[in-house]
């Protein structure tokens, strides 16, 4: 690419609606263009780069035998409806008509279709194992898109699914997906951990993360400071409290007037926030529950949907608590609720702690589990930094993340509701086991990007990079300097390596500030040192330069580039 004929620009300036650094050096570095709320264009460069990230993917997906395809994304609404996953996605799906009124929705993900597909495949138990996977694209109505490519509502994913007879070949497709996924991220030169994550939407099993360490990331890992426990903060589990031996005491009613909150309490009572139990209603699948947590603790709203195996979960509106409690916000207690109670393991072993009454203006003292009923009790808090890991009660450790790939052992969930069966050795229908994988390509890029940067701009990993090798060209009217700035881009091309050529007639400092902006690599610079036939070469990720012999400079940029 030769940037005086080609396609090229950047912008000096910071991006004012960019909040993040790697929607803004793209943008700025001429990458990629936003065209509307969470929606962009991607320009030549942005492109090359996407492709690598690609090339890298397909690579190591075909390696682990599974089998490319591409699915449409105009699908009838009805395929979601027939496996239930309609209501789920409720507002974030795209959907439309066609000129003869019927529903079409756009695919925010493909589980459906592909086992449309194995169905043409899967008839018995020998028709097992393999795997599709596609790299298309994905639309879902975020609500708020935000930070460049981390969050937007048209994407490119990876998605791949295995299908096997049962649960050992479903570990060994699911071990040879993990295997790869890691293969693709250290390829990719990412800084990532591997979390347990909450199954979400797609059901099933198991689902891990592989979480790039960014802290502009909007998920929250928790890790171990000392062993290998990764969980995302959605299912970090909590170690329980020491049951406490204190002896049970009789409830009491106390004035505790225009004291709505836990602080405000505390104050009053002259109490500590843990000797409270905080009372939160939630509206669940169109049902109302009260949920109870230690007072200096927050109700983990995934954790209560998992224990319930709910859909949807809401905070009640203010009217809400107020017909169902009968009393003002902030005075919600357990005694005498008239909807289901669900108390996190720790209250089940505290003693003589407070709640409210629910009664304006009032709490109860000294309440202990015989004075009220519960319908469940789990671990249903959130985890704090510095809490015992579940695994060596180490303290535990809080990092940003942006998830960039996620594994999921979906087992029969698909193959049941949309009747994947197959015919055993026995001639039983069985439903097949089908495993999830999807990575997040423009994620992949924004990460690369939030972790590989400095105040020049872009510092791409040689082998994402648009180009291995930038070449400068100073003086484009000095012959001998355009003579062999051109011979050595054939030369370099040539040999498969991608190579810019800077031949634009603008001031060298423009063109040394927009080769860094775009972070190519490698940087040859031809000056006039080219009469003693000496070039200076520098490298993106290290900003100290040398002069090299023109003699040396292919096999110097072959070695550095192997």
């Known amino acids: 690419m030769k940037l005086r004929s080609s396609f090229f620009y950047t912008i000096r300036e910071n991006i004012k609606d960019e909040e993040s650094i790697s929607g803004n050096l793209l943008v700025r570095s001429g990458m990629i263009k936003k065209i509307g709320n969470g929606i962009y264009m991607y320009m030549p460069l942005g492109f090359k780069v996407l492709n ?173 400071s000392k062993c290998d426990y990764a969980s995302n903060i959605e299912v970090s589990a909590c170690v329980n409290q020491v049951i406490e031996n204190d002896k049970e005491l009789i409830k009491e009613l106390v004035e505790t007037p225009n004291a709505g909150t836990i602080e405000e309490v505390a104050n009053m009572l002259k109490e500590p926030a843990s000797k409270f139990v905080k009372t939160l209603l939630y509206k669940i699948d169109d049902k109302f529950y009260a949920c109870l947590v230690p007072g200096d603790r927050e109700v983990n709203e995934t954790k209560v949907m998992k224990l319930l195996k709910g859909t949807s979960i809401e905070l009640a509106l203010p009217e809400e608590v107020i017909s169902i409690t009968g009393a003002k916000v902030g005075f919600a207690g357990p005694i005498e609720l008239a909807i289901p109670i669900i108390i996190d393991n720790d209250v089940a072993n505290m003693k003589n702690f407070i709640v409210g009454a629910n009664q304006s203006d009032y709490h109860y003292k000294n309440v202990n589990l015989s004075d009220f009923e519960y319908l469940l009790k789990g671990d249903i808090k959130e985890v704090l930094e510095g809490d015992p890991c579940p695994k060596c009660l180490a303290p535990l450790v809080f990092k940003k993340g942006i998830e960039i790939g996620n594994t999921f052992k979906l087992g ?85 390596i991608e190579t810019v050529l800077d031949d634009r007639e603008v ?10 902006l775009i972070g190519i690599p490698v940087k040859v610079t031809i000056g006039n040192k080219i009469k003693d036939d000496l070039v200076e070469l520098k490298l993106r990720n290290n900003q100290v330069s040398c002069d090299i012999h023109t003699d040396e400079l292919i096999n110097k940029i072959k070695d550095i580039i192997n």
């Open 507 to 516: 001031r060298p400092g423009v063109k040394f500030n927009d080769i860094d």
């Open 52 to 224: 690598n990230i690609e090339k890298i993917v397909r690579e190591e997906m075909n390696k682990a035998g599974a089998c490319e395809l591409i699915m449409p994304n105009l699908m009838p609404e009805d395929i979601y409806v027939d496996s239930g996953r309609r209501d789920v996605f409720g507002d974030s799906m795209f959907s439309l008509q066609d000129r003869y009124k019927r529903n079409y929705v756009l695919g925010p993900t493909h589980e459906e279709l592909f086992v449309m597909a194995a169905k043409e495949k899967i008839k018995s138990y020998k028709d097992f194992p393999f795997n599709l996977y596609q790299v298309g694209l994905k639309y879902r109505d975020e609500p708020r898109p935000r930070f460049g490519l981390i969050r937007i509502r048209e994407f490119i994913m990876k998605d791949a699914y295995s299908f096997d007879m049962d649960y050992d070949g479903l570990d060994k497709s699911y071990q040879k997906m993990f295997e790869a996924y890691q293969k693709i991220f250290n390829r990719m030169g990412l800084d990532y951990k591997i979390v347990t994550a909450d199954t979400g939407a797609m059901g099933g099993l198991l689902s891990e993360e592989f979480q790039a360490i960014a802290p502009i990331g909007e998920d929250t890992l928790v890790l171990c």
């Open 412 to 496: 029969t969930k698909y193959s049941e509701d949309l009747n994947l069966y197959y015919a055993d050795e026995n001639n039983n229908l069985k439903p097949t086991v089908m495993g999830c994988y999807g990575i997040g390509i423009e994620r992949i890029m924004a990460s690369i990007v939030e972790q590989n940067n400095d105040e020049f701009g872009i510092v791409w990993p040689m082998n994402v990079a648009p180009f291995k090798v930038a070449i400068i060209l100073i003086n484009t009217a000095d012959e001998q300097q355009n003579t062999f700035a051109n011979e050595l881009y054939d030369k370099l091309n040539s040999l498969g």
